[in-house]
T-cell receptor, first 109, second 115 residues
Framework: GQSLEQPSEVTAVEGAIVQINCTYQTSGFYGLSWYQQHDGGAPTFLSYNALDGLEETGRFSSFLSRSDSYGYLLLQELQMKDSASYFC??????????FGAGTQVVVTP | EAQVTQNPRYLITVTGKKLTVTCSQNMNHEYMSWYRQDPGLGLRQIYY???????DKGDVPEGYKVSRKEKRNFPLILESPSPNQTSLYFC??????????????FGPGTRLTVL
């Protein structure tokens, strides 16, 4: 089976950097993704790591270390619109997606 | 516009009354999936489909049925809804879940209340 753990909430000020950690226990997976969800809205894709290392997409970066069973999402130059929930997601090769419980990011002025 | 649509967006029903939530995508994606979202639990996968006539159980399939007769449609059926199926439901599609093209595109959600 699979399980993912991420913090329930993180608070930071505008312009700051936030790192959301995700640790997992699994017997095997293809990659680790990150999704953003604003209140009442649909989740939207942010980033994906199939291999160890850092993937950068604008202000957002994601990192994966399979040997440490660990990944993180880095949000830089925080903006008010970044206030949302962020989910780490394990993907296998056969169509199963496992979501973490989500991290609520609160950005304050 | 590339999108995933779901209907209805909101539904209040009573225990035992069969209902269907429709899902359609116009991106020619082979993969489609249903999730339910409950407070504090993230999204949990109900069923998924890798292609037409191919469906598999996710983590919480009990009480649900699906069918995939056409590539674009993936309806979710609740034969006898119960109050514990009150939830926010999302449909999603993806080009290829086992590759780097695994990005899922989500519908707007269906908020279901079973009394």
């Amino acid at each position: 089976g699979q399980s993912l753990e991420q913090p329930s909430e993180v608070t930071a000020v505008e312009g700051a950097i936030v790192q959301i950690n995700c640790t997992y226990q699994t017997s095997g997976f293809y990659g680790l993704s990150w999704y953003q969800q604003h209140d009442g809205g649909a989740p939207t894709f942010l980033s994906y790591n199939a291999l160890d290392g850092l993937e950068e997409t604008g202000r957002f970066s994601s990192f994966l270390s399979r040997s440490d069973s660990y990944g993180y999402l880095l949000l830089q130059e925080l903006q008010m619109k970044d206030s949302a929930s962020y989910f780490c997601v394990l993907t296998d090769s056969w169509g199963k997606f496992q979501f973490g419980a989500g991290t609520q990011v609160v950005v304050t002025p | 516009e590339a999108q995933v649509t779901q209907n209805p967006r909101y539904l209040i029903t009573v225990t035992g009354k069969k209902l269907t939530v429709t899902c359609s995508q116009n991106m020619n994606h082979e993969y489609m999936s249903w999730y339910r979202q409950d407070p504090g639990l993230g999204l949990r996968q109900i069923y998924y489909s890798m292609n037409v006539e191919v469906t598999d159980k996710g983590d919480v399939p009990e009480g649900y049925k699906v069918s995939r007769k056409e590539k674009r449609n993936f309806p979710l059926i609740l034969e006898s809804p119960s109050p514990n199926q009150t939830s926010l439901y999302f449909c999603a599609s993806s080009l290829s879940p086992g590759t780097r093209d695994n990005e899922q595109f989500f519908g707007p959600g269906t908020r279901l209340t079973v009394l």
